[in-house]
């Protein structure tokens, strides 16, 4: 809930403060906002990471690109999001990791996202698929929104 939770001032929330910058750069959004991003149709989710402990982030972000040991927790609960999502951005090797465990049209794939090809549409699906917006510059993080723009 931390990632909707505007009363948090001068923004300590990274990828919050990164993928509002970057939208609004990229012109998906107008103003960097919470309220500019659910207006245009967005929604974070992050069912799954919110929930790890730092310590438990780091075993299982090391462990993200095989296919074992597997994410702690359910992710069941992603499974009818992902069908009815026309467009579904996989920022991240731990989300990756979960869309890929129960999305049958989800291809697996092992390259580091923070290396080309990526970020990109997996070619043939609705999957765009990046790094983490939390470890980078704005810049960076803008130019990863710009690459969503341009995703047919």
Known sequence: MYFYDPAVSRDPV????NLLYG????????APTLEEFRAAGFLFDHGIRCYMSFKLLETHRRSADRPLPGL???????RPLLAEAQSVWV???IARKAVGSV???FPIERNQISKPPYPCRLRGTKYFVSRYLSRMSRNHAA??????????
Do not use: F, N, Q, Y
């Open 103 to 105: 999305a049958e049209d």
């Open 14 to 17: 990274r990828v919050r403060s």
């Open 23 to 30: 939208l609004t750069v990229a012109g998906l959004i107008g």
């Open 143 to 152: 130019t990863i929104c710009c690459a969503l723009r341009c995703v047919p």
């Open 91 to 93: 920022m991240g090797r």
């Open 72 to 78: 702690p927790g359910k992710v069941e609960h992603l």
